[in-house]
């Protein structure tokens, strides 16, 4: 046993390129939308995790896998529906057509109508993206959602390691997956931890059940682990347990709320919060729409 603390995770910079953080597992964090994009090299193969906000992100990744000599890619991983993490699928399907691409059921599901909506919208006024220099590669994306599907669990093995694929249940959407290699403690957890910003509670979002699905994550690793966000630089494992409060926190304050009759509409006001109110309106509308039939009370005057 050691004594020493629990190495510091490394950190990224945007635009840095692919850097390894444990043995055959490397992390890529792209300036564009602050997307942490994951790969893992073994003896047989090498497995993607996300595949980035544009096309052109996927083949800069794809090219430095070959760079470092990682090939061929066997599986691509989508860690949920959500366009930034899909819309490189096409150009990994396109340079290895013999890899497996994987995705939660109801993420590969969703992925045409959720790609096809955020084509149209990204163009529209007001969008965040109008003024984009991507906004072409956004909206000339192709759609390719995952064709291999799971509803639990899946272990792929490389030869010399075996990499976990598992959905924690309903948390940032209900198609989550985090991807697991226990022989070097490392975790890519998708849009379930964010580093560089708050939690994103968005329509699709479950908040009364993502900390259940962070208490697996938690448990899933040792101390010492290293934890890829979906958006920003990697964290310990004490950081997934601060995120994993205060997303707690979000759940028994809206259950809290709406046992005394406070609406949704005031619910933001009404408490205090772990994160910023502008953060948190998907997650108070969400989260009263899902709680269990009586436990919210109707107001009283
Ligand atoms: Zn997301």
Same mark, same amino acid.
Request: proline fraction near 23%; avoid cysteine; hydrophobic fraction near 25%.
């Given at each position: 046993m050691s004594s020493h603390p629990a190495p510091s995770a490394p950190t990224l910079p945007p635009d840095g390129g692919l850097v390894e953080l444990r043995p055959g597992c490397w992390a890529w964090r792209t300036g564009f939308v602050d997307l942490t994009l994951g790969v893992i090299a073994g003896r047989d193969g090498t497995v993607v995790v996300d595949t980035g906000p544009t096309e052109a992100h996927a083949s800069a990744l794809a090219d430095a896998i070959g760079a470092h000599g990682l =090939?061929? !890619? !066997?599986a691509v991983v989508n860690t949920h529906v959500h366009w930034d993490h899909v819309l490189g699928n096409a150009v990994f399907a396109d340079r290895w057509p013999d890899a497996a691409l994987i995705a939660h059921e109801h993420a590969a599901a969703a992925t045409p109508a959720h790609v096809e909506g955020f084509r149209r919208a990204a =163009? $529209?006024? @007001?969008?965040?993206?109008? &003024?984009?220099?991507h906004l072409d590669a956004l909206r000339s994306a192709r759609v390719r959602p995952a064709t291999d599907t799971l509803s639990s669990a899946r272990v792929l093995d490389l030869g010399d390691r075996r990499v976990e694929v598992v959905h %924690? @249940?309903?948390?940032?959407? &209900?198609g989550d997956v985090v991807v697991h290699v226990p022989d070097v403690g490392v975790v890519y957890a998708g849009d379930l931890v $964010?580093?560089?910003?708050?939690p994103s509670y968005g329509?699709?979002?479950?908040? +009364?059940?993502w900390h259940t699905a962070l208490d697996l994550v938690v448990g899933m690793v040792a101390e010492d682990a290293v934890v890829v966000p979906g958006h920003g630089t990697p964290v310990d494992r004490a950081f997934v347990e601060e995120q994993r409060a205060a997303v707690g926190v979000v759940a028994t304050t809206i259950s809290d709320l709406a046992g005394r009759g406070v609406s949704p509409a005031d619910a933001l006001g009404a408490s205090t919060w772990p994160f910023p109110v502008e953060a948190l309106e998907h997650a108070v509308r969400r989260g009263y729409a899902h +709680? %269990?039939? =009586?436990?919210r009370r109707l107001p009283l005057a």
């Open positions: =090939g061929p !890619v !066997v =163009g $529209e006024p @007001g969008s965040p993206y109008a &003024d984009s220099p %924690p @249940g309903p948390a940032h959407t &209900d $964010e580093q560089s910003a708050p329509e699709d979002s479950f908040p +009364l059940t +709680l %269990p039939r =009586g436990a």
